[in-house]
């Protein structure tokens, strides 16, 4: 299986396996990235901007996105597949969130 780097900023660059859920990837890592509603497309909490080409969004990404108005804003890291090298930014920590875990498991 390939392998591409995932660039966090502020936190440091990852070797991550090709078609791990860009989530799982940054939890993984020690990352503390928010996920709520566990990798459902229903929360947003799990939030990264690109730095590097984002890949191409799917439907259940869009249709949340625009059913909550903020499309184009961000992206849903829950949604996204590791399918490149990636330079994200992480916009919504568990350290700076209202609550105290990142939330339910994600499956991969």
Known sequence: MAQHTVNVQGYGTYTVEEGT???KAIENNGVDISHR???????????VKFASE??????????????????????LSCQIRVDRDMD??????????????PG?????
């Not at 994200?88 to 875990?101: C, F, H, M, Q, Y």
């Not at 339910?104 to 991969?108: I, K, L, P, R």
């Open 21 to 23: 859920k860009l989530v």
């Open 37 to 47: 509603c566990g990798g459902n497309a229903r929360c947003t909490t799990c939030r």
């Open 54 to 75: 984002e890949p191409s969004m799917g439907q259940v990404e869009h249709d949340c996105l625009e059913e909550d108005g903020v499309l184009g804003e961000f992206r």
């Open 88 to 101: 994200v930014e992480v916009l919504l920590p568990v350290s700076g969130a209202d609550w105290d875990n």
């Open 104 to 108: 339910g498991d994600v499956e991969d």
